[in-house]
């Protein structure tokens, strides 16, 4: 089975600090993706990057960066020089073989950001 | 104009009626998905298409069915409205030629459907 853990329930920061949402994931595949998605208050989910289980590269874009290391089963999301505008629920999510060859995609239970100006 | 679109964006019904929610989209691709979230809970698949003529239960699909009328539409229905199906309902889409290796596709999410039973 399946698992994703944002052990980080809600987190606030004063703009312009740094901010790591921590994911942990659980798999028995050797082959799976990782995804970040961003739930601001509007309610709309926005994907942000998929990562794949054999690219452990960082992935940085903006003020955005990724830390996937498969030794800790970690994919990390930063946010460097927060903005109000940042101000959200970030979901990670896993895509697995979940049995006869189906990849369904599980969530955690979301990070909610506020960004404090 | 959005590429994914659910109808309505909000609905209040009563307990036991029957209700439909709809999704279409114009990104031309063939998956298509229903989640719900709920506070504190995440997203969970109730179901998903792959084709037209394909269509697969997910974790949580007691009380719902769906319909795939079409490769751009995809509805949910809740045949005998409860109380604890009040949640935030999200449609979804992928290109499955689109990821690589299976399951990498990334799915594209519908701006949400609140329904509230009571």
């Known amino acids: 089975a399946q698992k994703v853990t944002q052990a980080q329930t809600e987190i606030s920061v004063v703009e312009k600090e740094d901010v790591t949402l921590d994911c942990v994931y659980e798999t028995r595949d050797t082959t799976y993706y990782l995804f970040w998605y961003k739930q601001p208050p509007s309610g709309e989910l926005v994907f942000l990057i998929r990562?794949?289980?054999?690219?452990?590269q960082n992935e940085i874009s903006g003020r955005y960066s990724w830390n996937f290391q498969k030794s800790t089963s970690s994919f990390n999301f930063t946010i460097t020089a927060s903005q109000v505008v940042d101000s959200a629920v970030y979901f990670c999510a896993l895509s697995a073989n979940s049995g006869a060859g189906s990849y369904q995609l599980t969530f955690g239970k979301g990070t909610k950001l506020s960004v404090i100006p | 104009d959005a590429d994914v679109t659910q109808t309505p964006r909000n609905r209040i019904t009563k307990t036991g009626k029957r209700i439909m929610l709809e999704c279409s989209q114009t990104?031309?691709?063939?998956?298509m998905y229903w989640y719900r979230q709920d506070p504190g809970l995440g997203l969970r698949l109730i179901y998903y298409s792959f084709d037209v003529k394909d269509i697969n239960k997910g974790e949580i699909s007691d009380g719902y069915s769906v319909s795939r009328q079409a490769q751009a539409k995809f509805s949910l229905s809740l045949e005998s409205a409860i109380p604890n199906q009040t949640a935030l309902y999200f449609c979804a889409t992928s290109d499955r030629t689109s990821g690589g290796l299976p399951g990498g596709e990334t799915q594209y999410f519908g701006p949400g459907t609140r329904l509230l039973v009571l």
């Open positions: 990562r794949n289980s054999f690219d452990e």
């Open positions: 990104k031309g691709h063939d998956r």
